[in-house]
Nanobody, 130 residues
Framework: QVQLVESGGGLVQAGGSLRLSCAAS????????MGWFRQAPGQEREFVAA??????????YYADSVKGRFTISRDNAKNTVYLQMDSLKPEDTAVYYC?????????????????????WGKGTLVTVSA
């Protein structure tokens, strides 16, 4: 069983930056595709960014709405995935969730059913003020 714990959320002004972290338990981190999703009030959870598992060619995939502003990275030695968020906008306000899927590529994590994801964290709130 893998547990995911997010951190780094908070309140930031528009144009500012935040870095989210997601720490995973266990010894299989390198075999996990890792992704970030978000859910704004009254809206469905949506894909943000993903990083392929280590056996795949290193790749990242982003939602169009964050491309060029957000960067996902992973440190397998620390069992941690990060989401660097720059040039934040009020519409980025949401609860951000970390997710993991066994041997998943970044593109598959963007398109697979949310209910099929192997593991989820509990989320961290990001609020961007205008």
């Amino acid at each position: 069983q893998v547990q995911l714990v997010e951190s780094g959320g908070g309140l930031v002004q528009a144009g500012g930056s935040l870095r989210l972290s997601c720490a995973a338990s266990g010894r299989i981190f390198s075999y996990l595709g890792m992704g970030w999703f978000r859910q704004a009030p009254g809206q469905e959870r949506e894909f943000v960014a993903a990083s392929s598992w280590s056996g795949d060619s290193p790749s990242q995939y982003y939602a169009d709405s964050v491309k060029g502003r957000f960067t996902i990275s992973r440190d397998n030695a620390k069992n941690t995935v990060y989401l660097q968020m720059d040039s934040l906008k009020p519409e980025d306000t949401a609860v951000y969730y970390c997710a993991a899927e066994w041997r998943a590529t970044s593109t598959s994590m963007a398109t697979m059913s949310l209910g099929g994801m192997d593991y989820w964290g509990k989320g961290t709130l990001v609020t961007v003020s205008a």
